[in-house]
């Protein structure tokens, strides 16, 4: 006849005393309380492993932490899962690994994992800003959550009030964010599929705006504008050398003296600060170079061009310029950006060679054929067209202190510093 376990109490557990030797105290169906000789009690689970049929312990806890109604039923669990040949050890074991993967793969995590990836092909300045908006918006609500656990309905609750103000480009940007992310976990095996594919529909799509700017004939006025702005040095320069050079903002804000040909009269920007990844030069007119020239008592014995007011060893902020504009009075008019529609539609007007003007800008020839043949970069040809920009410019500033004037008088005791 079978053995009968009469099962445990609480009472018996609890006078249960430590001997030289620890013992068990069975409750049956393989639960017992391991009585340890230093005072401690734990619960064990003594079974048969499926297929290799050894038998092994599996640990509930210490008593009284796990009560015995809760060690039962951990057993009684266990037991469950051994009638389906799932050995309980190695379900724990899997369950503590599941939830370990998702404390490790948080949105926040995966997201600076992704834009590691991602930063070789785009500028610090797009990485900083793609992080930053992430930061702002995203991840105060949902940073922590592990991907595995995100839903299209948690994501649109966060960014409905971004878009009720009306940011509508930024719930864009960071809905297609927000998917790159996940499609990176799905690449690497963290999540099966990627539950925010159609967020982006969920809202209305914003206008297209382009960057505001002004016509071609209302540059005589802005010139005057900032020849009287109550702005910094510095800032007056990174305008106008905007203005010359039709580069980006970012790429002028953080240009560098080392970035600087003197002898052949060139601006190379290497390529991991371009937009597109690309090595970029700049033909520097005369005007060009006397920016230059005047900011080198200021900057000369630094890394960048223009120093940051706060931190001179950085570069100034990007949105440097449009603060300048929007004081002078040009909010909502014109912005740094527009700087470079200003300048390709007085170009075109002049009949200038539509390739030449697209190298000067950096513009990339989406037709790749195209592209192959026009490798060029028609330096000499854009040198010419760089000169009369610069020297419309000039002319435009006739009777207006500005610094890339050649034929006038230096300013630079006369400009608020």
């Not at 001179?312 to 470079?340: C, D, F, I, W």
């Not at 009949?351 to 190298?359: P, V």
Request: net charge positive.
């Amino acid at each position: 006849m079978a053995k009968t376990t009469t099962p445990l109490t609480d009472v018996e557990i609890r006078n249960a005393k430590p001997k030289d030797k620890e013992y068990n105290l069975s409750d049956g169906r393989g639960l017992a309380l391991r009585i340890k000789n230093t005072g401690s009690k734990v619960w064990i689970f003594n079974y048969q492993q499926p297929y290799t049929k050894k038998r092994t312990n599996l640990g509930f806890g210490n008593y009284p932490e796990v009560s015995l109604a809760q060690a039962r039923l951990k057993r009684d669990e266990a037991r469950q899962l051994l009638t389906q040949d799932i050995d309980p050890k190695d379900h724990r074991e899997s369950q503590v690994a599941e939830r370990t993967a998702e404390l490790n793969n948080t949105l926040e995590k995966l997201a600076e994992q992704w834009l590691d990836i991602k930063r070789p092909s785009i500028t610090e300045g797009h990485a900083n800003s793609t992080w930053n908006s992430l930061a702002l918006h995203v991840f105060p609500s949902l940073g922590g959550y592990p991907v595995s656990k995100l839903t299209a309905q948690k994501v649109i609750a966060v960014l409905r009030p971004i878009a009720a103000k009306g940011n509508l480009e930024t719930v864009k940007r960071l809905c297609q964010r927000l998917n790159e992310i996940m499609i990176y976990a799905v690449n690497t095996g963290v999540i099966q599929h990627n539950p925010l594919a159609g967020i982006g529909k969920a809202f209305s799509a914003p206008k297209k705006q382009n960057a505001p700017t002004i016509k071609p004939e209302e540059l005589p006025a802005l010139m005057r504008s900032i020849s009287r702005a109550s702005i910094k040095f510095v800032t007056r320069c990174l305008i106008e050398w905007q203005l010359h050079t039709l580069a980006r903002p970012s790429e002028a804000a953080g240009a560098k003296w080392d970035e600087i040909d003197f002898d052949q009269k060139l601006w190379i920007i290497p390529a991991e600060r371009m937009k597109k990844r690309r090595t970029h030069s700049v033909p520097l007119t005369p005007q060009a170079l006397a920016i230059l020239e005047e900011l080198k008592p200021i900057s000369g014995h630094r890394e960048h061009i223009f120093p940051a007011d706060r931190n001179p060893r950085s570069h100034m902020n990007a949105q440097t310029a449009n603060m300048a504009l929007k004081r002078m009075g040009y909010e909502n008019k014109l912005v740094a950006h527009g700087l470079r529609a200003l300048g390709s539609t007085t170009l075109n007007e002049q009949g200038f060679d539509h390739d030449l003007i697209e190298a000067a800008l950096a513009h990339v020839d989406k037709n790749e054929v195209r592209a192959a043949y026009n490798r060029s970069d028609y330096i000499k040809r854009r040198t010419t067209m760089m000169e009369w920009w610069s020297e419309h410019i000039e002319k435009c500033a006739t009777n207006v202190t500005a610094i890339g004037g050649g034929s006038r008088r230096k300013v630079f005791d006369s400009i608020i510093k």
